[in-house]
Antibody, heavy 122, light 109 residues
Framework: DVKLVESGGGLVQPGGSLRLSCAAS????????MTWVRQAPGKGLEWVAT????????YYVDSVKGRFTISRDNAKNSLFLQMSSLRVDDTALYYC???????????????WGQGSLVTVSS | SYVLTQPPSVSVAPGQTARITCGGD??????VQWYQQKPGQAPVLVVY???DRPSGIPERYSGSNSGNTATLTIRRVEAGDEADYSC????????????FGGGTKLTVL
């Protein structure tokens, strides 16, 4: 079974840094694009960042560009999100998800982790 | 960037049919996915490619997409269907390629 387990969340002050991890199992991680999606309290889902299978291409939502870095270690079946210069509005539950592409028109997420809570507050 | 609009809430009695809409400019030209999220749980993909169901998703769940509106239909609604439902598309022409709707809370009366 596909399993995604996030860790690394916590309480951090504005301007601080945090590194999230996602441990993957049950599928061939090195062949999968991976994505971070976040959900602020009481709000909808928001795409944050995506990384290609070999890490050669990375994509970010504008609000985190220059502050967050997505990376992966295919030897350890792990996905990461390094977050710096954190702001109060980065407070959210951060999910890692496995990407799936079908043809040239479908990009979606077929498996999700349970999420890791990041709280940015003084 | 592309915007998806969902009603904040939909209510339906058990056994009835629930319809949750997702509006977007010419969304009929895009492929729409739907995710179910129960309180405290991770999102679950329930429909992809407008109308396909992943394995394990009941046939009661179906989707359609045309013009400016995509619709998730849940027939014979059960108490266990109560959840938030979010639509999602790939806007391939944008720097913000993955777009989610704001979510709809389905309440089973």
């Amino acid at each position: 079974d596909v399993k995604l387990v996030e860790s690394g969340g916590g309480l951090v002050q504005p301007g601080g840094s945090l590194r999230l991890s996602c441990a993957a199992s049950g599928f061939t991680f090195k062949n999968s694009w991976m994505t971070w999606v976040r959900q602020a309290p009481g709000k909808g889902l928001e795409w944050v960042a995506t990384i290609q299978e070999d890490g050669s291409a990375k994509y970010y939502v504008d609000s985190v560009k220059g502050r967050f870095t997505i990376s992966r270690d295919n030897a350890k079946n792990s996905l990461f999100l390094q977050m710096s210069s954190l702001r109060v509005d980065d407070t959210a539950l951060y999910y890692c998800a496995r990407d799936r592409f079908v043809g040239a028109t479908m990009w979606f997420f077929d498996f999700w982790g349970q999420g890791s809570l990041v709280t940015v507050s003084s | 960037s592309y915007v998806l609009t969902q009603p904040p809430s939909v209510s339906v009695a058990p056994g009835q049919t629930a319809r949750i809409t997702c509006g977007g400019d010419n969304i009929g030209h895009k492929s729409v996915q739907w995710y179910q999220q129960k309180p405290g749980q991770a999102p679950v993909l329930v429909v992809y490619g407008d109308s396909d169901r992943p394995s394990g998703i009941p046939e009661r769940y179906s989707g359609s997409n045309s013009g400016n509106t995509a619709t998730l239909t849940i027939r014979r609604v059960e108490a266990g269907d109560e959840a938030d439902y979010s639509c999602q598309v790939w806007d391939s022409s944008s720097d913000h390629p993955v777009v989610f709707g704001g979510g709809t809370k389905l309440t089973v009366l």
